[in-house]
C-alpha cells in the first residue's frame, strides 16, 4: 500500500506571490490534515478535511487554506506569501480521523519564502 | 487553553543506557495520548498511544510510555538506546469531545551517543 504523498518536495517562492500543496493520502483513508512545521513551534495544526468538508480549523490567517477532492486526495493554498510561511507543511491521513486514530504522515513539502 | 509541553529541547544519552523523553498536558475531559517520532526528511511516524486501560503502553522499535494521571505526564522510554533512535521526537494529545484537533508538543531531540 503505498504511503501519504505530497508534491512538490521543495518549493521556493517570493513575498506576495500564492502557493498551492498537493496531498494524496493512503487508499481508503478519508481523512486528511495538514500540518505547519517550524523549528521551535513544533506542529501547528492548520485544518482537516473529511469527505471534501473542512470539518477543524485552526488559528491561522484566512490566506491559508485548502479543498478536499471526491477522491480524498486534498490541496493547500497559501495567498500573499509572507516570509514566515517558510515552514515544513506535512500532510497527515486516517481513515476516518477518528479520536484514537494514528495519523499517517507524507514526507512534507518545504516551503522557503524570499 | 489545552497545551502539550515537552520541558527539553535535546537529550544525550549513551547508547546502551536507558532513556526518558518528557510530556506533560493539559487538557479538559480524558486524554488520548500519542508520541510519534520524525526522522530527517521525513514525515511523522506514529510510535505509541495511550486511550484507557494499563497505564504502561509498549509501542514501537522497544518503545514504551507511561500514562500518570496525576502528574498529567505521558513520559517516553526505552531500557536500552540505540544510536538509530537518534530523531526528534513528539507527543501529541487528543481530547475525545468538540473539535477533536490533535495538539502536538515542541518536540525534542534524542542524540544517542556511540
Known amino acids: 500500500k503505498a504511503g501519504v504523498t505530497q508534491t512538490p518536495r521543495y518549493l521556493i517562492k517570493t513575498r506576495g506571490q500564492q502557493v498551492t500543496l498537493s496531498c494524496s493520502p493512503i487508499?481508503?483513508?478519508?481523512?486528511v490534515s495538514w500540518y505547519q512545521q517550524t523549528p521551535g513551534q513544533g506542529l501547528q495544526f492548520l485544518f482537516e478535511?473529511?469527505?471534501?468538508?473542512?470539518?477543524n480549523k485552526g488559528n491561522f490567517p484566512g490566506r491559508f487554506s485548502g479543498r478536499q477532492f471526491s477522491n480524498s486526495r486534498s490541496e493547500m493554498n497559501v495567498s500573499t506569501l509572507e516570509l514566515g510561511d517558510s515552514a515544513l507543511y506535512l500532510c497527515a491521513s486516517s481513515h476516518e480521523g477518528g479520536v484514537g486514530e494514528k495519523l499517517f504522515f507524507g514526507s512534507g513539502t518545504q516551503l522557503s519564502v524570499l | 487553553a489545552q497545551s502539550v509541553a515537552q520541558p527539553e529541547d535535546q537529550v544525550n544519552v549513551a547508547e546502551g543506557n536507558p532513556l526518558t523523553v518528557k510530556c506533560t498536558y493539559s487538557?479538559?475531559?480524558?486524554?488520548?495520548l500519542f508520541w510519534y517520532v520524525q526522522y530527517p526528511n521525513r514525515g511523522l511516524q506514529f510510535l505509541l498511544k495511550?486511550?484507557?486501560?494499563?497505564?504502561l503502553v509498549k509501542g514501537s522499535y522497544g518503545f514504551e510510555a507511561e500514562f500518570n494521571k496525576s502528574q498529567t505526564s505521558f513520559h517516553l522510554k526505552k531500557p536500552s538506546a540505540l544510536v538509530s533512535d537518534s530523531a526528534l521526537y513528539f507527543c501529541a494529545v487528543r481530547v475525545p469531545s468538540g473539535t477533536y484537533k490533535y495538539i502536538f508538543g515542541t518536540g525534542t531531540r534524542l542524540k544517542v551517543l556511540a
Open positions: 495511550y486511550i484507557t486501560g494499563d497505564n
Open positions: 487508499s481508503g483513508h478519508r481523512s
Open positions: 487538557v479538559s475531559g480524558n486524554p488520548y
Open positions: 478535511y473529511f469527505s471534501e468538508t473542512q470539518r
